[in-house]
């Protein structure tokens, strides 16, 4: 049973264009949510969070919207550049503190030059 | 400051032998844990430690996975004996006490042939 879902395995986009990336949950629990970033031979890095008290939170070229009522979250990335291909994992948790992980299956993100 | 260090890089061991992998946190995080990646999925955790002991092991096949974390910095994950299924990206993550980012090393890639 997935409790995060990323529905989409991979996502072309043109550079300069706006990359949106979809994370479904079904866990009623879960109040805090993160996405993070994985280069090829790399362990995923962190790349922005929200809090359920919060609709959306801003970081450069990074935005996560969510949207409680419909367990679902976005995350844009505008422009896109090359440097942001990678496999992008959208994480939650039920809590902000110390609480492990649930991770979905990841999209691969290609930004085209 | 120094990352979150794993090795071995890469094992590759036949079924039913026996590997061991290390991780060493970030200086000063108190909370470490363990995910298995199998390819195509999103991280799985495996365990939970704060300092010395284990938070969360639910999810830890406890007849063949075993894990310490003795004097609360370095930690080890085992494997005997491994099967097929084994074959995975296991991943090591440390954070500070009540903070919900959790920074990973490389991983170690194993493959049980």
């Known amino acids: 049973d997935q409790q995060v879902k990323q529905n989409s395995p991979s996502l072309s986009v043109q550079e300069g264009r706006i990359s949106i990336l979809n994370c479904d949950y079904t866990n009623s629990m879960f109040d805090y949510f993160l996405w993070y970033k994985k280069y090829p031979a790399e362990g995923p890095t962190f790349l922005i969070s929200?809090?359920?008290?919060?609709d959306k939170n801003e970081d450069g070229r990074f935005t996560v919207f969510l949207n409680k009522s419909a367990k679902h979250l976005s995350l844009h990335i505008v422009p896109s550049q090359p440097g942001d291909s990678a496999v992008y994992f959208c994480a939650a948790s039920p809590g902000s503190g110390n609480t492990p992980l649930v991770f979905g299956k990841g999209t691969r993100l290609s930004v085209i030059a | 400051e120094a990352g979150v260090a794993q090795s071995p890089r890469y094992k590759i061991i036949e079924k039913r032998q026996s590997v061991a992998f290390w991780c060493n946190p970030i200086s000063g995080h108190a909370t470490l844990y363990w995910y298995q990646q199998i390819l195509g999925q999103g991280p799985k955790l495996l365990i939970q430690f704060q300092n010395n002991g284990v938070v969360d092991d639910s999810q830890l096949p406890k007849d063949r996975f075993s894990a310490e974390r003795l004097k609360g910095v370095d930690s080890t994950l085992k494997i005997q004996p491994a099967k097929l299924e084994d074959s995975a990206v296991y991943l090591c993550?440390?954070?500070?006490?009540?903070?919900?980012?959790?920074?990973f090393g490389p991983g170690t890639r194993l493959t049980v042939l």
């Open positions: 993550a440390s954070s500070l006490l009540n903070d919900s980012e959790q920074f």
């Open positions: 929200i809090s359920s008290i919060k």
